[in-house]
Structure formats: structure tokens, C-alpha cells
């Protein structure tokens, strides 16, 4: 099994909503990462987890919270957005060393109204 | 601080000509070069990378990479594109650790 799945496909939520956005991988990669992509821009990314312990965190605000239930799991937890906050949400896996492809699931795309 | 450029933002091409897309990266001691293709809606999918070795790298969908440590570049070539190739393309860079850094992205356009 060589993919990265992601659940929901499509999220719309109010400002005041909570939500999670929802990675699974089962590569056995021990480095998953949450990016953030608007349109016609690369991706921007947001955390990096590392043997399940957050390695990375790109001054994120505080409104996006990610977790790291398990080796195979990552969730991203969502609380009081902003409208700007849309976006294409893409995780990546990859084994955890540097120089390893990342693989990539095929996102969430979130609306914020 | 480590960068990846991509120096075109937008590349057409009529359909079976050749293609070259350009990027160049920070030098650093170790580098690990990657291209990502990305349709429509979708994720990002692995083209090829360079770890070390021979510079030439050759990937998926018939695309080719060279790696020029003197010039600082990765440029990706394609002899014959297909219409099915149009999509955005994204040079990528990792430096010792986990953070890949990507380039802006160039969008490949291939008309009849």
C-alpha cells in the first residue's frame, strides 16, 4: 500500500465551527507532515512529525492544531478560522531521514465562510 | 536562508516539442533535488529525485532531471510532451532534515 488518504475530501465550515481534517498512511513512514496550499502557490508547510513527536512547527497559529495519535495516523484540528485559512490541506508521509520522497494524499479542500 | 527558484511560472509548449523546465536551488554541502507533478484538484506525485550519483536522473511519464552542482541547477526535460502532461510542476529541495522547500511552481500548458 503506497497511498496517503485523507478524509474529508471537501470541508465547509463557519468561523466559529470545530472540525478535524484526517491523514492515515500505511507505509510504515515515521515522518508525516501537514501543508497548507492556496491556489496558483507551492506548498506552504505547517508541521512535521517525526516517530510521532511534533519536530516541526512553522509558526502556525494557534487556531490549527495538529496531532499524532499513532504512527500511521495524523489529524489536524480545527477551531475559530478565518476566511484566509481556505485552502487546499495536503499531508505527506515519508520514511524519517532526510534525502526520502514525501508522499502526498490528494488533500482536503477546506472553505472557511 | 535555503531557496528553490523556479524561473518560469508559465511554460507553453505545442503538443510533441521538447520541453525544459528550470529550477535552481541554494548550495549546500548536502542537498536532496525532487520533481512533483501536480494535476487539478489533486495531491502531488513524485516525477524523480536526485540523492547522489549520476547527475542524470530519469523518472516517471518519460521526464528526465540533470544535476549541475556547478551551476546550481535541476533542470527538468521532457523530448515530446503529450497534452495529458499539462499540469503545474514543482522543484523541491531537502537539506538535512525533513523540511523540503518548494519553488513557486511552473505551469505547463501543451496545446494541439
Known amino acids: 500500500d503506497t497511498e496517503v488518504t485523507q478524509t474529508p475530501k471537501h470541508l465547509v465550515m463557519g468561523m466559529t465551527n470545530k472540525k478535524s481534517l484526517k491523514c492515515e498512511q500505511h507505509?510504515?513512514?515515521?515522518?508525516m507532515y501537514w501543508y497548507k496550499q492556496k491556489a496558483k502557490k507551492p506548498p506552504e508547510l505547517m508541521f512535521v512529525?517525526?516517530?510521532?513527536?511534533?519536530?516541526i512547527n512553522e509558526s502556525v497559529p494557534s487556531r490549527f492544531s495538529p496531532e499524532c495519535p499513532n504512527s500511521s495516523l495524523l489529524n489536524l484540528h480545527l477551531h475559530a478560522l478565518q476566511p484566509e485559512d481556505s485552502a487546499l490541506y495536503l499531508c505527506a508521509s515519508s520514511q524519517a531521514l532526510a534525502g526520502n520522497e514525501q508522499f502526498f494524499g490528494p488533500g482536503t479542500r477546506l472553505t472557511v465562510l | 536562508a535555503q531557496s528553490v527558484t523556479q524561473l518560469d511560472s508559465q511554460v507553453p509548449v505545442f503538443e510533441e516539442a521538447p520541453v525544459e523546465l528550470r529550477c535552481n536551488y541554494s548550495s549546500s554541502v548536502s542537498v536532496y533535488l525532487f520533481w512533483y507533478v501536480q494535476y487539478p484538484n489533486q495531491g502531488l506525485q513524485l516525477l524523480l529525485k536526485?540523492?547522489?550519483?549520476?547527475?542524470l536522473v530519469k523518472g516517471i511519464n518519460g521526464f528526465e532531471a540533470e544535476f549541475n552542482k556547478s551551476q546550481t541547477s535541476f533542470h527538468l526535460r521532457k523530448p515530446s510532451v503529450h497534452i495529458s502532461d499539462t499540469a503545474e510542476y514543482f522543484c523541491a529541495a531537502s537539506y538535512n532534515n525533513n523540511d523540503m522547500r518548494f519553488g513557486a511552481g511552473t505551469r505547463l500548458t501543451v496545446k494541439p
Open positions: 507505509m510504515g513512514h515515521r515522518a
Open positions: 512529525y517525526s516517530y510521532e513527536k511534533l519536530s
Open positions: 536526485y540523492l547522489s550519483g549520476s547527475t
